[in-house]
């Protein structure tokens, strides 16, 4: 524990009628009459007993998040839904998060911060959730709720336990294992199955991040409330014309294994469909923790770039997004990403799923390699069909997928189960 010693008068002295020390009577007039209705709100009267309550003083039922590291937003669609979701949660709680790991260094919780989310380490579990006003706690993916589940029942039993699944794992194993007959994988989905089924039946309150998810978990939990928690996603300038655009962009952590099966699938069977009939086009492979593997794939028309901190120039300069996934659960980040920005999507229909999209008027969807490739070369190629897309999904993000859309959702399904 640090301890923090305050020297009385080191800097300006004491006398407050000359000197600097003289601004401090000024000044303290000034801050009254600015904060005068929060101060009469908030503002506790000077006794030791009260100290507790003052470092408590925020608005709100306390609300705490518990997941594996901080999220770090421009590395992959998990940690911005995450830090999507914490933000919401503040304009209605005092949100604490809670990470089992910080991997990135400082930066990203100094983000948190500026936020006004309060962070805190999991070793303190016990005291965080016997404060006073805690209401909720939110166990995001399995391996958290399965470590945290119990000992949260254990330590307070008033608090609500809300499972976020934040993909749900036992369908995306279990697609995988059906691409790649991976027997292990296949072994890995039927944990997962058990695991994450029981984990929805003890906690009160469900989050999902597709309807597909949802429909799975009510055969799976029933009669147990699921709320739609999707990635969500500002809207942001449109960037470069149809004309101005040129390449194509796919963006993805490469150490999720359904980016990284796209990535292989994209440069074996369906780049090659494409150089024929888009022979100057350039592929932007973007995404953290690039193997040797996907650098294999770099050539002067193929740019696998690594992480960027920045893709805005990408996603304001290319001119169609692809996302050839083959498997994978809940929406996916990187569709959304690409809606929001107006760059028009060709998916596969796993890539599209989750988020209600209609082939031909917000997306352009296609499995088979050969479908894939067409649908790409008229997206790139007609403009009339591109502008439609663009266009269309723009408005289908800022109708469903917004902060102010999603924060509703997240704010009132939790007022709901804490008040239980």
Known sequence: MSRLVHYEGVTAGRDTTKGFKQFQITNRAKFIEKWRVVLQREHLERDLRQVAAAAQRRLGPRVLVFDERIPSPDRDAGSARMFMILKALKQSSHVVFIPFNRPQGIAYEQALWKEGIETADAEDYRRLLKTENVKAAIVSRPSIAEAMTRRIRRTNRSIAIVFDMVDAHFIRLERESRITGD?????????YRKLETRLARTSDLIWCNSSEDKRVMEAESPGKRIEVIPTIHELHDWGRSFDERRDLLFVGNLAHRPNGDAVHFFMAAIYPLLQPALPEVKVFI???????????????RVKVTGYLPDIEPLLQGCRVFIAPLRFGAGVKGKVGEAMSYALPVVATAIGAEGFGLTNEFNVMIADSPEAFAAAVVRLYSEKELWLTLAHNSYRHVEENFTPEVIAATINNSIKEVACR
């Open 183 to 191: 027997p292990q994988t296949s072994k890995a989905a039927r944990r």
């Open 286 to 300: 973007v995404g953290d923790n690039v193997s040797a593997e996907f650098l294999s794939y770099s050539s002067e």
